[in-house]
């Protein structure tokens, strides 16, 4: 299983062959030129969202491992997946990494799954 993340936003999304995954508590507003999946289980908690950086990376690996840790989203992964028919996941949220100083859940979710099965989960590039 391939995973990726990256914004909803992102115009390099739509013809990328991963399903695209909501991950974040709210789903978009906007029109989106691909069909969405959810798996919430990688929302954080709403309390957490104004945290600074280092208090909200220890706060949400803890709430992920609570919830099944690396071997659960690992099965969750493989159920979306076999749901869209695609052998890779495109997990979004709605930040853009392009903006300096900010950091987000989805990254913070790949560097944990990172250390947890050694897998590299790379944000897919946005187009200039």
């Known amino acids: 299983m391939r995973l990726y993340t990256a914004r909803f936003a992102n115009r390099t999304l739509a013809p990328h062959p991963a399903a695209k995954v909501q991950i ?5 507003k906007f029109p989106l030129p691909y ?3 959810q798996l919430l289980e990688l929302a954080p908690a709403g309390f957490m969202l104004h945290k600074p950086e280092a208090d909200f990376a220890g706060l949400y690996t803890k709430l992920l491992q609570r919830r099944g840790g690396a071997e659960f989203f690992a099965e969750r992964f493989a159920e979306v997946a076999r749901t869209a028919g695609v052998d890779q996941l495109a997990l979004l949220c709605y930040e853009d ?3 300096p100083g900010l950091w987000y859940h989805r990254r913070v979710f790949a560097s944990w799954y990172q250390e947890q099965v050694g897998e590299e989960v790379l944000e897919i590039e946005e187009a200039a």
């Open 24 to 28: 974040s508590l709210g789903a978009p």
């Open 97 to 99: 990494l392009r903006t």
């Open 35 to 37: 069909n969405l999946h």
